[in-house]
């Protein structure tokens, strides 16, 4: 099992930049493909970006390419969220997810959730 702790997230205004940080523990890290995934009120849960086990690989909704930047560091056991030019509608709050399985590629039913963390993006 791994446990996540997402943190970094707050109020940010439109424009701004907010980079998120997800701290894992428990089994190795670096075996668990990692995701960012978001929810905004009223809304279901949202893919935003993936990253594979060696951190060589990424993958990222439509709504964050050019803006967000996944990557990871296998020797602290940490997964960050790098969010620029961030818009009201990015306001949700965002989850890390791990799951050690090659489909965790190509689905969003991963294994192990954090609790989240709220981003806020004003106007």
């Known amino acids: 099992q791994v446990q996540l702790v997402e943190s970094g997230g707050g109020l940010v205004q439109a424009g701004g930049s907010l980079r998120l940080s997800c701290a894992a523990s428990?089994?190795?890290?670096?075996?668990?493909?990692m995701g960012w995934f978001r929810q905004a009120p009223g809304k279901e849960r949202e893919f935003v970006a993936r990253?594979?086990?060696?951190?060589?690989?990424?993958y990222y909704a439509d709504s964050a390419k050019g803006r967000f930047t996944i990557s990871r560091h296998n020797a602290n056991n940490t997964l960050l969220l790098q969010m620029t030019s961030l818009r009201p509608e990015d306001t949700a709050v965002y989850y890390c997810?791990?799951?050690?399985?090659?489909?965790?590629?190509?689905?969003?039913?991963?294994?192990?959730w954090g609790q989240g963390t709220q981003v806020t993006v004003s106007s």
């Open positions: 997810a791990a799951d050690p399985r090659p489909r965790a590629w190509y689905t969003n039913d991963y294994d192990y």
């Open positions: 428990g089994r190795t890290f670096s075996s668990y493909i």
């Open positions: 990253i594979n086990w060696s951190g060589g690989n990424t």
